[in-house]
């Protein structure tokens, strides 16, 4: 059975830090380039970060382009996602899915992880 | 930006037909897919590469994409379709969500 864990969400004050993590099983992990996906409270998806299966590619939303960074150990089957210099307007639930290259869709999806930004 | 435009609310009758379209420059040309997102729960995609359905998903779930439009199609819907629906689609390896459709079972 696929699974992919978020974890590490929480309450931060703005201009802070926070690294998500997602542990994944239930599938080959290298075979797969990975996303994030985020949610903010009442409203649509919208996609944030991109990564390719050995790490070399990397794609951002710009509006978390030099703040955010997306990361992967393929020894750990894991992804994370380093979020630097938080604003109100990332508050949002924090979805990991994976995406195989052969279709280019999110076929697994996580149970999603809170990062709320406030003071 | 790319942009993708859905209208915000769609209504069908139980057993009838629901089309949610998703508006983009030169969509057609692209792949175009849809996911299923009910209250609480995380995304499941319902359609891909345009008309494509997953193993699990019903063939009621049917997809096309043309023009500058994707529309899927709920024939026969049931109770069990209600729910807010997102097509996605990518712009030079940039993911973009359509604005999201809440389809209401009356």
């Known amino acids: 059975e696929v699974q992919l864990v978020e974890s590490g969400g929480g309450l931060v004050q703005p201009g802070g830090s926070l690294r998500l993590s997602c542990a994944a099983s239930?599938?080959?992990?290298?075979?797969?380039?990975m996303s994030w996906v985020r949610q903010a409270p009442g409203k649509g998806l919208e996609w944030v970060a991109n990564?390719?299966?050995?790490?070399?590619?990397?794609y951002y939303v710009d509006s978390v382009k030099g703040r955010f960074t997306i990361s992967r150990d393929n020894a750990k089957n894991s992804l994370y996602l380093q979020m630097n210099s938080l604003r109100a307007e990332d508050t949002a639930v924090y979805y990991c899915?994976?995406?195989?290259?052969?279709?280019?869709?999110?076929?697994?999806w996580g149970q999603g992880t809170l990062v709320t930004v406030s003071s | 930006s790319y942009e993708l435009t859905q209208p915000p609310s769609v209504s069908v009758s139980p057993g009838q037909t629901a089309s949610i379209t998703c508006s983009g420059d030169?969509?057609?040309?692209?792949?175009a897919c849809w996911y299923q997102q009910k209250p609480g729960q995380s995304p499941v995609l319902v359609i891909y590469?345009?008309?494509k359905r997953p193993s699990g998903i019903p063939e009621r779930f049917s997809g096309s994409n043309s023009g500058n439009t994707a529309t899927l199609t709920i024939r026969g819907t049931q109770a069990m379709d209600e729910a807010d629906y997102y097509c996605?689609?990518?712009?030079?390896?940039?993911?973009?969500f359509g604005t999201g459709t809440k389809v209401t079972v009356l």
């Open positions: 899915a994976s995406l195989p290259s052969s279709s280019w869709n999110f076929d697994y």
């Open positions: 239930g599938f080959t992990f290298t075979s797969y380039w």
């Open positions: 990564i390719k299966q050995d790490g070399s590619e990397k």
């Open positions: 030169k969509l057609g040309d692209k792949y």
């Open positions: 590469q345009d008309s």
């Open positions: 996605q689609a990518w712009d030079s390896s940039t993911g973009v």
